[in-house]
């Protein structure tokens, strides 16, 4: 049987649970030190600690439940890892180096179903949720690769905008970020994590009323329902008006800024009309609102698709500064490596599928 990650618990569930099997519930902060502070990967590495407890959370759960299966460098600093969960299922997570910090960009789902036309983490489709412990499972894997560096350097920032959509995973996603936000754990800040999201209007409100604490950012890629349903199925279900009425509540509830992540695809929706379609949606809100542009990894599997050329990047940018959109162009990270989202994933099932075939054909 496949026990589940010790780091899916919150510290109250882990005290909730411990205190129902007749343990101490105080007995959870200290396992809490070990498995945050001072990092441990096996349970009897957990020195002065009640050894029954102990006996008893190995009976149910496991520390690692992922196993590093590729690991991509890139000269910039960027690292992508391909993990491999107990289940033989395979993800991405990966570690961007900032002048702020270390950002790591978390996975929630194997496999996509939001079915974005350009993406690369929707080439394979969602098979199952990831668990809280296996989210948070990734950030501690890198930072026990930064410790075995021997640098001193810590995860300082969470970006979940890896493979699948968070808030259609949302108990688990928000179980994660109660975790890693624990100041007697990981002790990252609410303002240090951003969430991501392609438009689940419920969930937006959902968010908004929920005490995580953290940054959203919306990918939005597209001015006018016609466009974006064209390049997000998504915006069949929830097209635009419903998608910004989310974010008017969300912005009356919290007061909180929004990244409004677009994509910029030549010839697609980088052209000045869809800059000034897309300031006037974000006119009344502008305060509260910041455009990411970002310029796209090209995937094979889209080849319909696109880089925009570096003179729409700058217009698209000057036309929404004159409109007095804040905005900024994405810094990219990883260029010389499988740098789209899901790119190295789907490369290696299907190296797996194409190894399977060869040895059924020999």
């Given at each position: 049987?496949?026990?589940?990650?010790?780091?899916?618990?919150?510290?109250?569930?882990?005290?909730?649970?411990?205190?129902?099997?007749?343990?101490?519930?105080?007995?959870?902060?200290?396992?809490?030190?070990?498995?945050?502070?001072?990092?441990?990967?096996?349970?009897?590495?957990?020195?002065?600690?009640?050894?029954?407890?102990?006996?008893?959370?190995?009976?149910?759960?496991?520390?690692?439940?992922?196993?590093?299966?590729?690991?991509?460098?890139?000269?910039?600093?960027?690292?992508?890892f391909l993990f491999r969960l107990s289940d033989g299922n395979l993800i991405e997570t990966v570690l961007?180096?900032?002048?702020?910090?270390?950002?790591?960009?978390?996975?929630?789902?194997?496999?996509?179903?939001?079915?974005?036309?350009?993406?690369?983490?929707?080439l394979l489709k969602k098979s199952r949720d990831l668990s809280s412990g296996e989210i948070v499972e990734?950030?501690?894997?890198?930072?026990?690769?930064?410790?075995?560096?021997?640098?001193?350097?810590?995860?300082?920032?969470?970006?979940?905008?890896?493979?699948?959509?968070?808030f259609d995973n949302y108990k688990n996603m928000s179980d994660f970020i109660r975790v890693v936000k624990?100041?007697?754990?990981?002790?990252?800040?609410?303002?240090?994590?951003?969430?991501?999201?392609?438009?689940?209007?419920?969930?937006?409100?959902?968010?908004?009323?929920?005490?995580?604490?953290?940054?959203?950012?919306?990918?939005?890629?597209?001015?006018?329902?016609?466009?974006?349903?064209?390049?997000?199925?998504?915006?069949?279900?929830?097209?635009?008006?419903?998608?910004?009425?989310?974010?008017?509540?969300?912005?009356?509830?919290?007061?909180?800024?929004?990244?409004?992540?677009?994509?910029?695809?030549?010839?697609?929706?980088?052209?000045?009309?869809?800059?000034?379609?897309?300031?006037?949606?974000?006119?009344?809100?502008?305060?509260?609102?910041?455009?990411?542009?970002?310029?796209?990894?090209?995937?094979?599997?889209?080849?319909?698709?696109?880089?925009?050329?570096?003179?729409?990047?700058?217009?698209?940018?000057?036309?929404?500064?004159?409109?007095?959109?804040?905005?900024?162009?994405?810094?990219?990270?990883?260029?010389?490596?499988?740098?789209?989202?899901?790119?190295?994933?789907?490369?290696?099932?299907?190296?797996?599928?194409?190894?399977?075939?060869?040895?059924?054909?020999?």
């Amino acid at each position: 049987m496949i026990k589940p990650s010790i780091y899916g618990l919150t510290l109250d569930q882990m005290g909730a649970w411990l205190e129902e099997k007749g343990h101490k519930k105080s007995r959870a902060t200290h396992v809490w030190e070990w498995l945050y502070r001072r990092r441990v990967t096996e349970f009897d590495q957990m020195e002065e600690v009640n050894k029954d407890c102990l006996q008893l959370l190995s009976e149910h759960f496991s520390i690692q439940t992922l196993t590093e299966h590729t690991r991509q460098e890139s000269i910039d600093g960027t690292i992508k890892f391909l993990f491999r969960l107990s289940d033989g299922n395979l993800i991405e997570t990966v570690l961007m180096r900032h002048k702020f910090g270390l950002s790591v960009c978390v996975t929630t789902q194997v496999g996509c179903n939001i079915g974005c036309s350009f993406c690369a983490s929707g080439l394979l489709k969602k098979s199952r949720d990831l668990s809280s412990g296996e989210i948070v499972e990734q950030i501690m894997k890198v930072q026990l690769h930064l410790d075995s560096m021997g640098t001193g350097e810590r995860v300082s920032h969470i970006v979940v905008m890896g493979i699948g959509e968070p808030f259609d995973n949302y108990k688990n996603m928000s179980d994660f970020i109660r975790v890693v936000k624990d100041h007697k754990g990981l002790a990252i800040g609410g303002r240090h994590i951003t969430v991501s999201t392609s438009g689940l209007a419920g969930k937006i409100k959902e968010f908004a009323d929920s005490d995580l604490n953290v940054n959203l950012a919306v990918s939005l890629h597209a001015p006018n329902n016609d466009l974006r349903t064209r390049i997000m199925k998504i915006n069949k279900a929830i097209p635009i008006e419903k998608l910004m009425d989310a974010l008017e509540y969300y912005w009356d509830k919290t007061n909180r800024r929004i990244t409004v992540e677009y994509i910029l695809l030549k010839d697609v929706n980088d052209q000045p009309e869809h800059a000034l379609e897309l300031a006037e949606l974000l006119k009344h809100r502008r305060s509260l609102a910041i455009v990411n542009l970002i310029p796209y990894n090209p995937v094979d599997e889209h080849s319909q698709y696109q880089r925009s050329e570096k003179d729409s990047i700058t217009s698209f940018y000057d036309t929404l500064k004159k409109q007095n959109i804040s905005v900024s162009v994405r810094l990219e990270h990883g260029t010389d490596i499988d740098a789209a989202c899901g790119q190295l994933r789907s490369k290696q099932i299907k190296k797996d599928v194409d190894g399977s075939r060869e040895k059924v054909l020999s």
